[in-house]
């Protein structure tokens, strides 16, 4: 009855989709925990590039069903579209493979129009939010002012509790912000189309998980962004309005930590973020050019939701370590290693100084990284293009001393190094300790 949570160890972004997809192919259900379509996951297979921001990857899998949690805040729009886009590719994304939690909170036009609004009147503060509405439906949620997704399955019932709903909002966003509201009669009817097509997709996800759990079947929960975006635990304020941590997967599924086998976490071999907060190991100039990419290919680094170019930096063995304390990670995947060769010295931040005081662990908590400057190690890179390597025995002297080195800096070890966007293109280090 093993359950496998799969989390990000930075802030977002690390490439956990292609890890989903790989490990889903050994699971029964895959289950998303908690974030919305905030979040975008990318998945090459053969010549089609899936990108993803609601359903878990594993829908790719034909063996594998795929749950939307309790914990997760849902736009029916954005999460119709994707099933037709899935269908039109010939994925099977019927009612029997993908499963809507009754108590997901189901983001509407008002909320949308209140993230634009707030991030506009922060100005210069921004919290670099993607504005759709996912802060604001986690706080109706925590104010039991939501509208949930059981109440789909009355949709007249549904439309008027949305109706109610955008009538409180607009009077909020006309008073206080200023600016026009979307029309409650309007979202309240096109809901109502939306509660059709999705009721038969509800399923109450919780005793199905414990089922399948009693019944011997391999569930992974999928986590959205990282664990230095996670409320409590992240570079707060400039974090999400969810819980991508570990812990977030049990409450997001209702489920308990004794069918916990392991936590897998996601990193990039060196470090991503989008939107404002500190970030120690950020570079600019032509290194940063040289880690992000152009945007000509997809996988470069440009968010796969926003499109916004990301800020890239080293790897942080520092926040690394912290992620795996929050966590309890067992295992570790790394990802993009291909973009590191050619590299000819690779820095990675194993400790901080501050007052001239060096600490290899986080004093405070993320949200107090400004002051710190990242202490950095130097290794000598490797020029072998690793994209095609298959095994860790064929990687070259320097990517071996890269990724020991962060092993040892973690204190996880590395199982999966993912060397390229597509689906083979991921080494199994069957040697880990």
């Known amino acids: 009855m093993p359950l496998d949570i799969l989390v990000g160890a930075q802030w977002g972004d690390e490439g956990k989709g292609r890890i989903t997809d790989r490990l889903s192919a050994q699971a029964d259900i895959v289950a998303r925990y908690s974030g919305g379509d905030n979040a975008g996951h990318s ?48 994925v099977d994304v019927g009612p029997q493979r993908l499963l809507l939690a009754p108590g997901a909170h189901i983001i509407t036009p008002a909320h949308r129009a209140l993230d634009g609004a707030e991030e506009a009147l922060r100005g210069g503060s921004s919290l670099g939010t993607t504005g759709r509405g996912i802060g604001p439906a986690y706080t109706d949620k925590a104010a039991r002012l939501g509208v949930r997704a059981e109440a789909m399955r009355d949709p007249p019932a549904f439309a008027e509790a949305v109706r109610r709903h955008e009538e409180r909002l607009a009077r909020l966003l006309e008073s206080h912000y200023g600016c026009a509201a979307p029309d409650p009669g309007e979202s309240a ?83 991503t973020r989008v939107g404002a907060g500190p970030f120690p190991t950020e570079v600019h100039g032509q290194m940063s050019e040289r880690l992000r990419g152009t945007g000509a290919n997809p996988w470069d680094e440009f968010g796969t939701t926003t499109g916004r170019p990301r800020r890239v930096g080293w790897l942080d063995g520092v926040l690394l370590r912290y992620a795996a304390r929050v966590n309890g990670l067992t295992d570790l995947a790394l990802t993009k290693l291909d973009i590191l060769s050619g590299i000819p010295t690779l820095l990675l931040c194993s400790a901080y100084r501050r007052h001239d005081r060096r600490t290899a662990d986080l004093t405070g908590t993320p949200a107090e990284l400004e002051g710190f400057t990242p202490d950095y190690e130097s290794l000598d890179g490797w020029d072998a293009d690793v994209s095609r390597l298959q095994s860790w025995e064929s990687l070259p002297a320097g990517a071996h001393a890269y990724l020991e080195h962060v092993e040892q800096i973690a204190g996880v070890p590395i199982r999966w190094i993912s060397v390229g966007p597509e689906r083979d293109q991921l080494i199994v280090h069957e040697g880990a300790a």
């Not at 096109?190 to 509800?202: G, I, N, Q, S, T």
């Not at 664990?227 to 707060?236: I, Q």
């Not at 069918?259 to 470090?271: D, E, L, M, S, T």
């Open 189 to 271: 009817r096109l809901y109502r189309e939306y509660a059709e097509r999705l009721r038969p997709h509800l399923a109450e996800t919780g005793a199905l998980l414990a089922e399948a759990l009693a019944a011997g079947q391999t569930i992974l929960a999928e986590g959205a962004q990282g664990t230095l975006l996670d409320l409590d635990h992240g570079t707060y304020p400039y974090v999400t309005s969810s819980s991508p941590s570990a812990a977030g997967a049990l409450l997001g599924l209702g489920l308990g930590p004794r069918h916990v086998r392991r936590v897998i976490g996601v990193a990039k071999a060196f470090q």
């Open 43 to 90: 998945v090459t297979v053969g010549a089609r590039l899936f990108k993803l921001h609601l359903i878990p990857s594993g829908i790719l899998h034909p063996r594998t069903r795929a749950v939307l949690g309790n914990g997760m805040v849902i736009h029916p729009g954005t999460l119709l579209d994707e099933i037709g886009s899935l269908a039109a590719a010939g």
